[in-house]
Nanobody
């Protein structure tokens, strides 16, 4: 299983970005895919998760601003991030849960105030 994350960058506060995470390899039996982030000096935290049944979970800090979605045909999960704030600055990682946890490489999101 390989996860390829992309879409990070530098944006001004109030702006938007869309992250993508493309999965390849043996991807049957996925129970969920999610986005996590880790700011300097902080622990990695859940941002959003989409479960196999399509239900979603969000961190309180991003509710109403971020949306997670998936394209099953492309084996890709997206994170649409709107109204970005400086506190959203972090390295964002995608994670697949399929018995075990599989992590993609991080993508840096920097929000300037």
């Amino acid at each position: 299983v390989q996860l390829q994350a992309s879409g990070g960058g530098l944006v001004q506060a109030g702006g938007y970005l869309r992250l993508s995470c493309a999965a390849s390899g043996s991807i049957s039996g996925i129970s969920s895919m999610g986005w996590y982030r880790q700011a300097p000096g902080a622990q990695r935290e859940l941002v959003a998760r989409i479960n196999f049944d399509g239900s979603t979970n969000y961190a309180d800090s991003v509710k109403g601003r971020f949306t997670i979605s998936r394209d099953n045909a492309k084996n890709t999960v997206y994170l649409q991030m709107n109204s970005l704030k400086s506190e959203d600055t972090a390295v964002y990682y995608c994670r697949m849960t399929r018995g075990y946890f599989y992590w993609g490489q991080g993508t840096q999101v920097t929000v300037s105030s």
